[in-house]
């Protein structure tokens, strides 16, 4: 299959038909300190140890569903990566409203949701020193047309495009997402979360709720309050609110 990208920017695509995860081939190359070029995009067909955060499975069956991958070099360091998520949410939420008018919602750090069902996810991973450049790959999970026999491996409500959308071209999926990621890269390079923050705001599946944080060892309720310029989630506690941040934190409905 051939894929590309819409941009100006010309993303090298390569596709995989099975490999473990798309994610871990990248993370390997940047270990190997193989040379890749930003805007390099690997698809596979299938993955047999998709990943999602704290080590969590990624349902990755053959051919249902897009499980891209996307290399991109920061020169300033680890903290410029910090909130990344937030901004590749808001390139999924671009494409998925241009291709298919689409109005998904997204729960902070890095899931995205239709009508309360979990039907994307994003993995951003690094390999850098807090000084210096910095290798980010950017994992996107779409389900496409997952088999309904997943409810019994996904321990949570999912959906996929298929049961929303009449047509869906893999190949016109990934060029416009390789498109809305680059813009959203590009912006996010410029001026970091100051330009979105408030549009991922609004799209906040929890916005106004009463939520748990947990990190595992504790956990506090609280109103979800959306998230600051950095990309912390904002709790209100008492009349307090707080903006919490980490990749070990978990949010859910309280
Ligand atoms: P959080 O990131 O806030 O902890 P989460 O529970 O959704 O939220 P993640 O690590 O983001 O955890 O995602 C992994 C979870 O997603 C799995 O534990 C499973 O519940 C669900 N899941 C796994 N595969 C799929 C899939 N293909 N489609 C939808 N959901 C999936
Ligand atoms: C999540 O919700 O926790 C994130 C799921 C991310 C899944 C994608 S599929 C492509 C890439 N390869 C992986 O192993 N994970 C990401």
Known sequence: QHY?????H??????????????????????AKQTLESGTVIVAEMQHA???????????????NLYYSYYWRLDDGLQAAMGMSIAVGLAVYDTLKVLYQLDIELKWPNDIYLNK????????????????????????GINLQMPASYSLQIDQ??????????????????AHL???LEQRLAQYSQTGLHGMY??????????GQCVELNTGHRSWR?????????????????????????????????
């Open 50 to 64: 998709g990943r999602g955060r704290r080590g969590r499975v990624w349902q990755s069956p053959f051919g249902a």
């Open 10 to 31: 010309i993303a090298q695509v390569e596709v995989q038909p099975i490999i473990d995860s798309t994610n871990s081939e990248l993370m390997r190359r940047i270990a």
């Open 198 to 207: 408030l549009q991922w705001n609004e799209l906040n599946a929890f916005a």
């Open 157 to 174: 409500a999912w959906t996929d495009l298929s049961q929303h959308s009449q047509q869906i071209d893999k190949n016109q999926l990934v």
């Open 117 to 140: 069902e979990k039907l994307a996810g994003v993995l951003v991973e690094l390999d850098g020193q807090p000084q210096g450049p910095c290798h980010l790959v950017i994992g996107i």
């Open 222 to 254: 609280g109103i979800c309050e959306g998230i600051d310029p950095q990309g912390a989630i904002r709790i209100r506690q008492d009349g307090e609110v707080k903006s919490y941040y980490g990749g070990e934190i978990s949010l859910r409905k309280a």
């Open 4 to 8: 590309q990208s819409l941009g100006g």
């Open 178 to 180: 390789t498109y809305h």
